[in-house]
Antibody, heavy 123, light 107 residues
Framework: EVHLAESGGGLVTPGGSLTLSCAAS????????MAWVRQRPGKRLEWVSS????????YYADSVKGRFTISRDNANNSLFLQMNSLRDDDTAIYYC????????????????WGQGTLVTVSS | DIQMTQSPSSLSASVGDRVTITCRAS??????LAWYQQKPGKAPKSLIY???SLQSGVPSKFSGSGSGTDFTLTISSLQPEDFATYYC?????????FGGGTNVEIK
């Protein structure tokens, strides 16, 4: 069974840092691009970042560029999101998701999604 | 950035009703559109990709159509398990963007 499980969320003060992890299982991890998508309380889904496996291409939303870093460890089927200089408006549930388009360059749609991990930025 | 606008933002419907949700892109996205279902407290679930292709395991009561800028998601006969929020997403280009969601409630 294809499965994604996020961890690492929690409470952090503004300006602080946090690293999220996503453990993947049930599929050949390095065959797929992976992504982080977040959802602020009561708001729409917001794509955060994507990383490709074969090309190592990386994309970020403008709202996190320069503050967040996405990375992956194909040997251990893991995806990461290093978040620095956190702000109140980064408070959200962060989902890890598999990009299903099977492309080395072009974005796709997401399936499955992990259960999400809550990041709360507050003093 | 491509803006995705869904309508309506919410609707009330009865079991057995046919429901249609609309998603409009601010520019041509060809058929690079996906639909998701999200239930309260749960992660989104993929329903439709490439505007009209059914994700594996998704029942055929869900269907999608459209291309260019205008798209629709139809649920042919609403069942109790279908009451949820539905989102569209464009994947024509980065940054990837989602619609604001349509909350389907029980009438």
């Amino acid at each position: 069974e294809v499965h994604l499980a996020e961890s690492g969320g929690g409470l952090v003060t503004p300006g602080g840092s946090l690293t999220l992890s996503c453990a993947a299982s049930g599929f050949i991890f390095n065959n797929y691009a992976m992504a982080w998508v977040r959802q602020r309380p009561g708001k729409r889904l917001e794509w955060v970042s994507s990383i490709y496996s074969t090309t190592s291409s990386i994309y970020y939303a403008d709202s996190v560029k320069g503050r967040f870093t996405i990375s992956r460890d194909n040997a251990n089927n893991s995806l990461f999101l290093q978040m620095n200089s956190l702000r109140d408006d980064d408070t959200a549930i962060y989902y890890c998701a598999r990009d299903l388009r099977s492309s080395s360059y072009y974005p796709g749609w997401f399936d499955p999604w992990g259960q999400g991990t809550l990041v709360t930025v507050s003093s | 950035d491509i803006q995705m606008t869904q309508s309506p933002s919410s609707l009330s419907a009865s079991v057995g009703d046919r429901v249609t949700i609309t998603c409009r892109a601010s520019q041509d996205i060809k058929k690079y559109l996906a639909w998701y279902q999200q239930k309260p407290g749960k992660a989104p679930k993929s329903l439709i990709y490439a505007a009209s292709s059914l994700q594996s395991g998704v029942p055929s009561k869900f269907s999608g159509s459209g291309s260019g800028t205008d798209f629709t998601l139809t649920i042919s006969s609403l069942q109790p398990e279908d009451f949820a929020t539905y989102y569209c997403q464009q994947y024509n280009t980065y940054p990837l963007t989602f619609g604001g969601g349509t909350n389907v409630e029980i009438k």
